[in-house]
């Protein structure tokens, strides 16, 4: 266990729908990082928060948005789903931004939204 | 961007040979290399990491090595045994700078047989 918590577990919803998905850092952590894992695009970084702020952008599109709350936990907000946003979500967690002694990150047990 | 290549994309072994999984990064930025695996319908779960001033790092049955000049940074797994069966990730990322988003190698399945 990696101390990184995500709910739900299992989404199942219909295209053109909004969905949350929510995940806690492990206690300590500041960093929040969101990753998609899909058949065919592999593992791909969307989103960085440290400790409630922006840090970084990936693979995101315009459709999706993140935050992190006061008490660090994030959610990932996806809208007007499409069948291609079917795919593992994971979030991971780290001590901080970005430092030579703080840059594992810690993944959660992932959500698996399914887009019908 | 970073681009990170990772091969074989399967391997097959037999109980107590080795295996190598090699990968190749393209920003010579590029600081830190951690190799995860993953379970079917599981977390990728950090198994070793490597950062770029060092050029090898060993725990217990599995290593890493890393050739910054070639950009090239390798999994070695010795002694394999059945519960090493899993998909393995490389990746890297550029740690001190903007956070520590990392870029993924399209993984490799590895079949660890009896």
């Known amino acids: 266990d990696s101390g990184v918590t995500q709910t739900p577990k299992h989404l199942i919803t219909a295209t053109g729908q909004r969905v949350t998905l929510r995940c806690s850092p492990r206690s300590g952590d500041l960093s929040v990082y969101w990753y998609q894992q899909s058949l065919d695009q592999g593992l791909q970084f969307l989103i960085h928060?440290?400790?409630?702020?922006?840090?970084a952008k990936g693979n995101i599109l315009e459709r999706f948005s993140a935050q992190q709350f006061p008490d660090l936990h994030s959610e990932l907000n996806l809208s007007s789903l499409e069948l291609g946003d079917s795919a593992l979500y994971f979030c991971?967690?780290?001590?901080?931004?970005?430092?030579?002694?703080?840059?594992?990150?810690?993944f959660g047990p992932g959500t698996r939204l399914t887009v019908t | 961007g970073e681009n990170v290549e990772q091969h074989p994309s399967t391997l097959s072994v037999q109980e107590g040979d080795s295996a190598v999984i090699k990968c190749t990064y393209s920003?010579?930025?590029?600081?830190?290399f951690p190799w995860y695996k993953q379970e079917l319908g599981k977390r990728p779960q950090l198994i070793i990491d490597?950062?770029?001033?060092?050029g090898e790092k060993k725990d217990q049955r599995i290593a890493v090595t890393l050739n910054k000049t070639a950009k090239h940074f390798s999994l070695h797994i010795t002694e394999t045994q059945p519960e090493d069966s899993a998909v393995y990730f490389c990746a890297a990322s550029r740690y001190k700078a903007a956070g520590n988003k990392l870029t993924f190698g399209g993984g490799t399945r590895v079949l660890v047989k009896p």
């Open positions: 920003d010579s930025a590029s600081n830190y």
């Open positions: 490597i950062r770029s001033n060092v």
């Open positions: 928060y440290y400790n409630g702020e922006e840090r």
């Open positions: 991971a967690s780290s001590v901080a931004a970005g430092g030579s002694d703080s840059y594992e990150q810690y």
